[in-house]
């Protein structure tokens, strides 16, 4: 870990609804759920697998999810599913399912202004931060991938400070972004000074293989920039398997902060950056419980939550937030010079 990397504290007045409205959400879980069903469903075809950020065989199986295994990590702690879909099989789910598509008609567009405001104009201040920072100086061009919010990129462009702009392998098609961008592939480029992958960790068959081929386009001195949702956050922490945020195949990947520095080393990349600036845990345990009676909470969190006020509340997000302890997780990881 090195001795410069930030812990940050955010706070926007982000609020769960504005960027998953509960209904959106409880359609696209509801499709996600049945197409995992139809697309997975042939026990032959699932593979069993190490942990994806440690790469450690040893472990435990601490629950299951739609017939899935969730195991935990001996090692590093990070929470997986193995055996799970073959990585061609994923490829088709997230080509042809309703889930799919349903993420891109629905999801993205009706929830961008909020995203815009809350969520895309603070990662692209904040990529342009650390490049600004610790990047290389000659290298301006910016790539992300699978872009499912194009509005990154008008936030991008406004910095004046990134360019070209690149999409790689855009789910929403990147015309509706006012930017300046070219939609492209990943082994079409070179030599590029950052390249952001947001939420996609969690549903890669191999974080690894993922996070090697994006790097792998980077100049020296580049910065892989990446958003997931880790295990260790205090709302899954708390939630665990009764967490109703996460399913099969959005999150096969729930890793934790220890395995995720051992996953950007392993890459061979630096760390930079790995903070924890969610907003939402506590609002999401509140909720949570509140839709769901079954679940127990321990007795110093059901006090926490149901005998403090909004302000102890914000307090604890903040503390969560300056300790890594949300689940709400962002890494920027530079690729050594050569
Ligand atoms: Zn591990």
Request: glycine share 4%.
């Amino acid at each position: 870990m090195t001795r410069r990397m930030k812990r940050v504290v955010v706070s926007s007045g982000l609020h769960e609804a504005d960027i998953r409205p509960p209904a959106l959400m409880s359609e696209f879980k509801r499709l996600s759920i049945q197409d995992a069903a139809d697309f997975f469903a042939d026990p032959a075809s699932l593979v069993e697998v190490d942990c994806p950020a440690c790469d450690s065989a040893e472990r435990e199986a601490v629950f299951r999810k739609q017939e899935f295994l969730y195991n935990r990590c001996e090692e590093c702690g990070s929470v997986y599913v193995s055996p799970r879909p073959a990585e061609a099989t994923l490829a088709e789910y997230y080509a042809n399912s309703r889930a799919s598509r349903f993420r891109v008609e629905h999801f993205s567009r009706d929830t961008a202004k909020a995203r815009r405001y809350h969520l895309l104009r603070s990662h692209a201040n904040w990529m342009g931060q650390i490049v600004d920072e610790t990047g290389n100086p000659d290298a301006r061009a910016y790539a992300d991938l699978s872009t499912h919010s194009p509005q990154i990129f008008d936030e991008i462009h406004a910095l004046e400070f990134f360019s070209p702009l690149y999409s790689v392998s855009p789910l929403v098609p990147v015309t509706e972004s006012e930017a300046p961008v070219t939609a492209t592939t990943l082994d079409a480029l070179s030599g590029i000074g950052a390249v952001s992958a947001f939420e996609k960790i969690e549903h890669q068959f191999s974080p690894f293989d993922f996070l090697r081929e994006a790097s792998g386009v980077l100049a020296g001195g580049g910065i892989l920039f990446f958003t997931t949702r880790s295990v260790t956050g205090f709302d899954l922490q708390v939630l665990w398997d009764k967490t109703p945020y996460i399913f099969i195949p959005e999150h096969i990947n729930l890793l934790s902060i220890e395995g995720m520095t051992r996953l950007v080393e392993r890459c061979g990349l630096e760390l930079v950056e790995l903070s924890t600036p969610g907003q939402l845990d506590v609002e999401l345990v509140l909720h949570a419980v509140r839709q769901d009676p079954s679940i127990k909470l321990s007795a110093f969190v059901d006090y926490l939550l149901h005998h403090r006020d909004p302000l102890a509340h914000a307090d604890f997000q903040e503390f969560l937030q300056k300790h890594r302890l949300s689940s709400h997780v962002r890494v920027a990881a530079r690729k050594p010079k050569e």
